[in-house]
């Protein structure tokens, strides 16, 4: 389910740089962005057992704890038991961020029990971004159905264009009752996989590519896959090595398929780099991956092990905020010169919302390098009228949220609010009410600067 931010860098060619739209959709994705997988933690729900196609490359196990690939899981998951595991896990581990259903057959040939366990994730955990990783053979069926659940990343993997080299990384697909092989599977599949990438795209979700590299297969058709992603406005491609040990037991392996080389690899990487932002931080994790990429904490959350009383998300969910928020700025303090700022936005266009009125803040970080969005921070809202909010409302638990924001932009706010967020060293300003964010926040940075900065280092 691997992808990567604007943050990754091509293995060659000068591609265009992230735009500010696209690094707020990525942002605290440990999938697609490289510089903050060390920071966020991803889980993985194996609600989907079945899948509509072999691969020559894969071997779906079970009670398989001792490897890490791929397809590999150790307990099958009903939604209900995956809502319970998603709740304990986000208890435990307040930096996760993303869940997401990869196997370990096809979440698409699993249609039900797939978005049975999104729309429980979506309505009990909100703040937890979606995703989805298929092979593509049913999705353009479903486009419609991912968006309407707000699923916004979504990874296909797709290994050629060719379909004589399909032919032979596939023994068989099942589609809408029917069984194929050989070169009508191959090009089935290719066909199903570009209209389902095309109907994403359309819908504004974001699309990166796996492509698993067989050097004796698609060495040669990897690069031209890849300038047709470019050219589908697909977001990211990750080439993985093909994994193929005879131990595995899949066709490649027990027929001593060859592996590709690191150089083989960072070869044909850079080939494809030539035309799209490739992905090199994937871990090519299990279908049941919990935490950061490159560690497998699964095995501590076995349903068994878990309490039958599920945690109180409220509770937890300003326990994973702070963190969260301490993970942003270590993040954003990269940057010698930079702030964080908090917006108040109804359409994340314009600065429009009353401080009182947010349910959640924009977070920008703002320095010499540029105005970056890094996270959105959800707050308790505590105010409900249309006039100026009582100054005996509670707005303890925003501002222990906002604690660390060097300044809050927003279109009013109480005086009350107003000297609690100074007496803890937070500006606010009103003064750019309706403006766009960036043009105001960048305005406002080169305008009070040498004061910001004077005041960041006496404190």
């Given amino acids: 389910m691997g992808s990567c931010s604007g943050s990754c860098h091509p293995e060659s060619g000068h591609l265009p740089t992230l735009s500010r739209a696209m690094s707020e959709r990525v942002a605290n994705h440990p999938c697609y962005s490289s510089t903050t997988s060390h920071r966020f933690a991803r889980m993985h729900l194996a609600v989907a057992p079945a899948c509509n196609m072999q691969c020559h490359y894969c071997n779906r196990k079970f009670d398989c704890s001792n490897e890490s690939r791929p397809g590999v899981v150790s307990e099958l998951l009903t939604p209900k038991q ?6 304990h896990v986000a208890a435990a581990l307040p930096q996760l961020s993303v869940i997401g259903i990869a196997g370990p057959g096809d979440p698409l040939a699993n249609p039900q029990k797939t978005f049975r366990t999104l729309e429980l994730i979506k309505q009990n955990l909100p703040d937890i971004r979606l995703c989805l990783s298929t092979n593509g053979l049913a999705l353009p069926k479903y486009v419609d159905r991912i968006a309407d659940l707000g699923v916004d990343h ?28 050989g070169l009508t ?39 031209e896959l890849s300038r047709e992603l470019q050219r589908q406005k697909v977001f990211l491609h990750n080439v993985m090595p093909l994994l193929a040990k005879p131990e595995y037991g899949t066709h490649f392996g027990l027929n ?69 928020a301490d993970l942003v700025s270590a993040g954003a303090a990269e940057d010698e010169d930079a702030m964080l700022v908090a917006v108040a936005s109804t359409e994340q266009i314009a600065i429009d919302q009353h401080f009182g009125h ?37 707005v303890q638990a925003v501002l222990q949220i906002l604690e660390d924001i060097d300044a809050v932009f927003c279109a009013r706010i109480g005086m009350a609010p107003w000297r609690k967020l100074e007496a803890q060293h937070t500006t606010p300003v009103v003064d750019y009410a309706w403006q766009p964010i960036h043009q105001a926040i960048a305005q406002w940075w080169q305008l009070n600067k040498p004061e910001l900065l004077a005041r960041s280092e006496v404190s």
């Fill in 82 to 87: 995956a809502l319970h595991k998603a709740l």
């Fill in 358 to 394: 947010a349910q959640s803040f924009l977070i920008y970080s703002v320095s010499s390098e540029g105005v970056y969005f890094v996270q959105h921070r959800r707050v308790p809202q505590y105010c409900t009228g249309d006039e100026q909010c009582d100054e005996s409302s509670d």
């Fill in 256 to 324: 001593h398929e060859p592996e590709p080389t690191t150089e083989q690899l960072t070869e044909v990487r850079q080939q494809c780099g030539q035309s799209i932002v490739q992905m090199t931080h994937c871990q090519q994790c299990r279908a049941d991956a919990i935490g950061l990429l490159g560690e497998d904490r699964s095995q501590q959350f076995n349903l068994a092990d878990l309490s039958d009383k599920a945690p109180d998300y409220q509770q937890v969910l300003v326990n994973r905020t702070k963190i969260q």
């Fill in 185 to 223: 599977a191959g090009q089935l599949l290719i066909d199903q996989q570009m209209e389902g990438m095309r109907k994403l795209v359309e819908k504004g979700i974001l699309v990166k590519v796996n492509s698993v590299f067989i050097p004796r297969l698609n060495s040669q058709h990897l690069p």
């Fill in 154 to 181: 979504v990874t296909i993997t797709i290994n050629t264009l060719d379909a004589h080299v399909a032919a032979d990384i596939y023994e068989w697909m099942a589609y809408e009752g029917r069984s194929y092989k």
